[in-house]
């Protein structure tokens, strides 16, 4: 079956307001950047987002955040979107904060058809015993708290219930991928990406190169394509846009490099 779409408009146009987004991606590596875009033109809101963050102020997840389209997300880290702590922290935005292991099991879960599994990490906090605070309101009051979860031994070792999540929809971004589905990521930017596919209702990936069937060696697939529904062929102008959340230089090599004649100045 041939899963590519025309374009990432066409692969979003269906997605309401009010739907569970599974998004891959960790910071701004791996991010499906094209397909958040298209969601953004297209317009729906309500929506609710489940990814390790949010992005930053003006890139990923945080460009929808700035046009105020989420209403909910389920992450690990706030980290560097300083818009992300400021809605949270003033009522206008409910965030599930969750371990990042948790996180990715509940997810992996959700696409494996397991309604749920017990961890050890959260025992004896608020993770197991609630009141972790999901939504303030404008005075800085907590007005929904996390819930208290089942906690059980085994072995003589208490255990936390950890729900599995599925959503209605998956966003990923992938290395390669062909016109079934199968996907393959590329070192680091494989993070939360096969994780996202797995648990969506339906996924769609976009794809830095579009290959034909049986040209991916299926021992190099890290995703089946029964676990996608949608792709998006990248031009070489967004498969090559990528954002480095940090960039970071000693201050040695900065005078060095500033020290330097430019090119132009040596006449090349």
Same mark, same amino acid.
């Given at each position: 079956m041939d899963k590519v779409m025309a374009n990432a408009a066409e692969a979003v146009a269906d997605i309401g307001s009010g739907a569970t987004l599974a998004v891959g991606g960790f910071g701004l590596c791996g991010i499906p950047s094209v397909l958040i875009d298209a969601l953004l033109t297209q317009g729906a809101d309500e929506l609710e987002a489940v990814s390790n963050n949010c992005g930053v102020d003006d890139w990923?997840?945080?460009?929808?955040?700035?046009?105020?389209?989420?209403?909910?997300?389920? *992450?690990?880290? !706030?980290? %560097?979107? #300083?818009? +992300?702590?400021?809605?949270?922290?003033? &009522? %206008?935005?409910? /965030? %599930?904060?969750?371990?990042? &292991?948790?996180?990715?099991?509940r997810m992996r879960a959700g696409g494996s058809g397991i309604p749920g599994f017990y961890t050890a990490t959260g025992? &004896?906090?608020? /993770?197991?015993?609630?009141?972790?605070?999901?939504?303030?309101?404008?005075a800085g009051n907590v007005v929904v708290a996390? @819930? @208290? #979860?089942? /906690?059980?031994? +085994?072995?003589?070792?208490? +255990? /936390?219930? %950890?729900?599995?999540?599925?959503?209605?929809f998956g966003l990923v971004r992938a290395w390669k991928g062909d016109r079934h589905g199968n996907l393959v990521f590329r070192d680091s930017a494989r993070n939360f990406n096969p994780l996202a596919a797995m648990c969506g209702r339906l996924t769609i990936a976009e794809v830095e190169e579009l290959v034909e069937p049986g040209e991916l060696n299926p021992n190099d697939v890290h995703t089946p394509g029964v676990y996608v529904q949608r792709v !998006?062929?990248?031009? @070489?102008?967004?498969? *090559?846009d990528k954002r480095i959340e940090k960039r970071t230089v000693s201050a040695p090599l900065v005078e060095e490099v500033a020290q330097q004649p430019s090119r132009n100045q040596e006449g090349h």
């Open positions: 990923g997840l945080g460009r929808l955040l700035m046009a105020r389209r989420l209403r909910r997300m389920i *992450a690990s880290y !706030v980290g %560097e979107n #300083k818009e +992300f702590a400021r809605q949270y922290l003033s &009522g %206008e935005l409910e /965030v %599930e904060l969750t371990p990042q &292991g948790t996180l990715a099991e025992v &004896g906090t608020q /993770v197991a015993d609630g009141g972790l605070p999901w939504r303030y309101d404008d996390s @819930p @208290p #979860k089942e /906690v059980r031994s +085994f072995g003589g070792r208490d +255990f /936390v219930l %950890e729900e599995a999540i599925v959503a209605d !998006v062929a990248l031009t @070489p102008e967004q498969a *090559a």
